[in-house]
């Protein structure tokens, strides 16, 4: 079993910044690559970001690339989404999920992800 407990979401303005962070806990952390996915009200679970085990391979959905970068940390088991220029659209609740490294050719579904988080939500507004 693998936990995993976000954090890091909030209020923030337009064309601001916030990193979420997803700490995970149990079953070795680095034997699993870790996605970021998020859920707007009313639409379905969409693709953010994922990042291999060792940190060597990542990949973004289109709307990201350019504004968020997706990082971790093994000796401190957490994985990092680091957004900037935020816009409305961005608003949704934020997911960490882990999958195991032999799925990482679906790492943009949800299918592969073994273990998700409760979610933080990233709500943009003025």
């Known amino acids: 079993q693998v936990q995993l407990v976000e954090s890091g979401g909030g209020l923030v303005q337009p064309g601001g910044s916030l990193r979420l962070s997803c700490a995970a806990s149990?079953?070795?952390?680095?034997?699993?690559?870790m996605g970021w996915f998020r859920q707007a009200p009313e639409k379905e679970r969409e693709f953010v970001a994922a990042?291999?085990?060792?940190?060597?391979?990542?990949a973004f959905a289109d709307s990201m690339k350019g504004r968020f970068t997706i990082s971790r940390d093994n000796a401190k088991n957490t994985v990092y989404l680091q957004m900037n220029s935020l816009q409305s659209e961005d608003t949704a609740v934020y997911y960490c999920?882990?999958?195991?490294?032999?799925?990482?050719?679906?790492?943009?579904?949800?299918?592969?992800?073994?273990?998700w988080g409760q979610g933080t939500q990233v709500t943009v507004s003025s």
């Open positions: 990042i291999t085990w060792s940190g060597s391979s990542t």
């Open positions: 999920a882990a999958a195991r490294p032999i799925l990482w050719a679906l790492r943009t579904t949800a299918r592969p992800y073994e273990y």
């Open positions: 149990g079953r070795t952390f680095s034997s699993y690559f």
